[in-house]
Every structure is written in structure tokens, then in C-alpha cells.
Nanobody, 122 residues
Framework: QAQLVESGGGSVQAGGSLKLSCVVSTDANYCMAWFRQASGKEREGVARINRWGGTSYVDSVKGRFTISKDNAKNTLYLEMNSLKPEDTATYYC??????????????????WGQGTQVTVSS
């Protein structure tokens, strides 16, 4: 069973940058994704990367966020630039036992990290 541990969250001003990391206890060579949950809102998908390095982003972060992974280090990353106050949320990484990534359905991802808080002030 995979265990995931996120790090890299923090507080920044609007326009700033942060880079999140997620270390997987097993193998990062599967579909991996970043989700976020703002206070009082549902958890939503942000970006995903499949086994072959193909990536997908939700419209609200396109051009600002970059997802990547280092299979040798079993680590997933999310580089976030031009941050906005609306990016404030707890960010979670997740993975599933397949190399394919099709959706952001929470039920498709059985393995989750504990989350890391990102706060963007105006």
C-alpha cells in the first residue's frame, strides 16, 4: 500500500511561487495527481501526470502550474507560479494503481497524502 507525504506548502503574497513535493513510499511510475481543497469547498483536481509523462491541467491553473515527477526519487512535484489568493487551499497528492490518468474522480485514487497548506495573500 502506497504512502504519500507532501511538503513545500507555505504562505506567499499574490504573484509569488511555491514548489510542492510528494514522496511516494512505493513507485511513482503510475498515474499521479494533485488536488486541492479550499475551506468550505469540495476537493478538486488540479493537475495529473501519467506513467509516460503526459500531463493535464484544469483551466484555472494552466500556464501557471507545472506538474512533474522524478521516478528515480519516487517524487511528484507541483511548481506553482503567479499565485493568486484563490489558489489558497490544502493541496493533496494522490496516486492509483494504473499508469493511465483519465479523470479527477476522487474514487479513482485510493492513495492520498495528508495535505500541505498553501496560503496566498493579496
Amino acid at each position: 500500500q502506497a504512502q504519500l507525504v507532501e511538503s513545500g506548502g507555505g504562505s506567499v503574497q499574490a504573484g509569488g511561487s511555491l514548489k510542492l513535493s510528494c514522496v511516494v513510499s512505493t513507485d511513482a511510475n503510475y498515474c499521479m495527481a494533485w488536488f486541492r481543497q479550499a475551506s468550505g469547498k469540495e476537493r478538486e483536481g488540479v493537475a495529473r501526470i501519467n506513467r509516460w509523462g503526459g500531463t493535464s491541467y484544469v483551466d484555472s491553473v494552466k500556464g501557471r502550474f507545472t506538474i512533474s515527477k522524478d521516478n528515480a526519487k519516487n517524487t511528484l512535484y507541483l511548481e506553482m507560479n503567479s499565485l493568486k489568493p484563490e489558489d489558497t487551499a490544502t493541496y493533496y497528492c494522490a496516486t492509483r494503481s494504473s499508469g493511465w490518468c483519465y479523470t479527477y474522480n476522487l474514487s479513482d485514487f485510493p492513495y492520498w497524502g495528508q495535505g500541505t497548506q498553501v496560503t496566498v495573500s493579496s
